[in-house]
C-alpha cells in the first residue's frame, strides 16, 4: 500500500517533457519588393518576398542580410531564361518556398515569430503558407528547361534591342539630350559603381587603381553607399533615389536625376524634400545606361565599370526588356569603357614598395657619405657623436 502510494506520488509530481518545435523558428519580414526588404532583413529572418525569376543580385543581397529562409510567393524560375537567383540561394544553404499562396501578406505580420518545416509555414499549429521546397535537384531541372528555351529569350532580346534604337536613335548616335554637369570629367578617367555583380570584390581589387589615377567616381543609386563603404566619396550619383541612403545623398557629390521620356522624375521630390539641388536627364534606359552616356558625354578619356553587367547571361538576368538600352549603350562607349576585373588583372602599381624602399636607402646613404667626406659633414658628425656620448654617460650614471 505504501509503495503504492508513492509511486502515485511521483507520478502526480514528474512534469511532463515538452518536446521543441521541429523545423525553423525565427522572425518575419515581408515586401513585395525585394530591393526594399533588404534594407530591415537582420540575420535570421524569414523572408516573404513576391519575386519571379530571382535574379542574382537580389539572391546575393538576402544572403548577405542573412536571410535563415525565403518565402517566395512567384515561381523563383518560372522558365523564361535561366535565372540564376535560387541556384544561388540553395548553394548557400538558404530554404526556398516558392508557388506560396499571395495572401500570405495579409496573414503574417512584421516581426512575428513563425515555424517554417519543410514546405509550410506556421503559426503554432495554424498553417499560414504552403508552397514547394526548392533543392539542388529541382532547381537543376528548372535551368535546365529554362535553357532550352533561351532562343525565344535571345529573338525577344533583339527586337527590344531595335525598338529602342528607333526611340533613342538621337540619345546613342549624336547625344542629343545629355545634360551638362558641373564636375570636371573631360579627360579625365571615370569610375562607374553599381551595386551588382562582386562589386565589394571588384572595388576591392581596384585600391590601387583608385589611389594614383583618382577617377571621377560616378555612381548608380545604391552604388554611392558601396563607394562610402570602400572608405571613397562619390563624385557623382545617378539614378532614381530609391535605394541610396540620406547619409551618401549628403556625402556631396553631384544628383543626376534619371527620369522618364515623358518627364517624370520620382526621385527628384525626394530630393528636393531633403534640400539638394540635382540636373535631370531623361532617358528609356537603365540609370546605369544613363552613367555611361553621362561619362562619354562629358568627355572622359577612360570608363571603368564595376557591378554593371557585362556577358549575355548577365543581361538576361534581370529578365528585363530594357537591358537591350545597355547592350546598345556599351556600343555607344566603345573602346572607352574597360570592365573592373581587367583593370584589377592588368594594372599595377607604377611604384611599387620595394622600389620605394630601395629608393629611400638610396637617399639616406648618399646624405651620409656626403657628410663624411665634406668638411662641414666633419664638423656635423662631430657634434653628432659628442652628444651620444653624453647621451650615453647621462644614462649610465642613472644606473651606477
Not at 525565427?26 to 530591393?35: F, L, Q
Not at 532583413?41 to 516573404?48: E, K, N, Q, S, Y
Not at 543609386?221 to 541610396?244: H, W
Not at 556577358?311 to 566603345?334: C, H, P, W, Y
Amino acid at each position: 500500500m505504501k509503495v503504492s502510494e508513492a509511486f502515485r506520488g511521483t507520478l502526480r509530481f514528474r512534469r511532463p517533457r515538452v518536446e521543441p518545435p521541429a523545423g525553423l523558428v525565427a522572425p518575419v519580414r515581408s515586401d513585395r519588393r525585394t530591393k526594399n526588404l533588404t534594407k530591415r532583413l537582420r540575420p535570421g529572418d524569414i523572408a516573404v518576398i513576391d519575386h519571379v525569376d530571382l535574379d542574382r543580385v537580389s539572391a546575393e543581397a538576402l544572403v548577405g542580410c542573412g536571410a535563415a529562409a525565403v518565402v517566395n510567393v512567384a515561381p523563383g524560375i518560372s522558365g523564361r531564361y535561366p535565372n540564376q537567383g535560387p541556384e544561388l540561394l540553395v548553394g548557400a544553404g538558404v530554404p526556398l518556398i516558392d508557388d506560396v499562396d499571395p495572401e500570405v501578406f495579409t496573414r503574417v505580420r512584421e516581426g512575428e515569430r513563425l515555424r517554417l518545416e519543410g514546405d509550410t509555414l506556421y503559426r503554432g499549429v495554424e498553417v499560414v503558407a504552403r508552397g514547394v521546397r526548392q533543392d539542388r535537384a529541382s532547381v537543376g531541372a528548372a535551368m535546365e528547361l529554362a535553357r532550352a528555351g533561351l532562343a525565344t529569350q535571345l529573338e525577344a532580346f533583339a527586337a527590344n534591342t531595335m525598338a529602342y534604337l528607333q526611340r533613342e536613335r538621337d540619345l546613342l548616335l549624336d547625344g542629343i539630350g545629355i545634360p551638362a554637369i558641373g564636375t570636371a570629367v573631360e579627360g579625365r578617367h571615370v569610375l562607374i559603381v553599381v551595386r551588382g555583380y562582386h562589386y565589394r570584390e571588384d572595388l576591392a581589387a581596384l585600391r590601387p587603381y583608385i589611389r594614383e589615377f583618382r577617377p571621377v567616381i560616378i555612381a548608380v543609386d545604391g552604388g554611392a553607399d558601396a563607394v562610402m563603404e570602400a572608405g571613397c566619396r562619390p563624385d557623382i550619383i545617378v539614378g532614381d533615389f530609391d535605394s541610396v541612403t540620406d547619409r551618401a545623398l549628403g556625402s556631396g557629390a553631384e544628383l543626376v536625376v534619371h527620369a522618364y521620356r515623358d518627364g517624370r522624375a520620382p526621385g527628384l521630390r525626394r530630393l528636393r524634400d531633403l534640400g539638394h539641388d540635382a540636373v535631370v536627364f531623361p532617358a528609356t534606359g537603365t540609370s546605369e545606361d544613363v552613367a555611361m552616356m553621362l561619362a562619354d558625354g562629358a568627355g572622359a578619356s577612360l570608363i571603368v565599370a564595376v557591378g554593371t553587367h557585362a556577358t549575355l547571361e548577365e543581361f538576361l538576368d534581370k529578365g528585363r526588356s530594357g537591358m537591350a538600352s545597355t547592350f546598345l549603350t556599351r556600343l555607344r562607349v566603345g573602346g572607352k569603357l574597360v570592365d573592373a576585373k581587367g583593370v584589377s588583372r592588368l594594372y599595377r602599381s607604377r611604384i611599387s614598395p620595394w622600389a620605394l624602399l630601395t629608393l629611400v636607402a638610396a637617399c639616406l646613404l648618399t646624405i651620409v657619405v656626403a657628410a663624411y667626406c665634406s668638411s662641414a659633414g666633419q664638423v656635423y658628425l662631430t657634434f653628432l657623436a659628442a652628444r651620444w656620448d653624453a647621451f650615453v654617460y647621462s644614462s649610465t650614471g642613472l644606473f651606477t
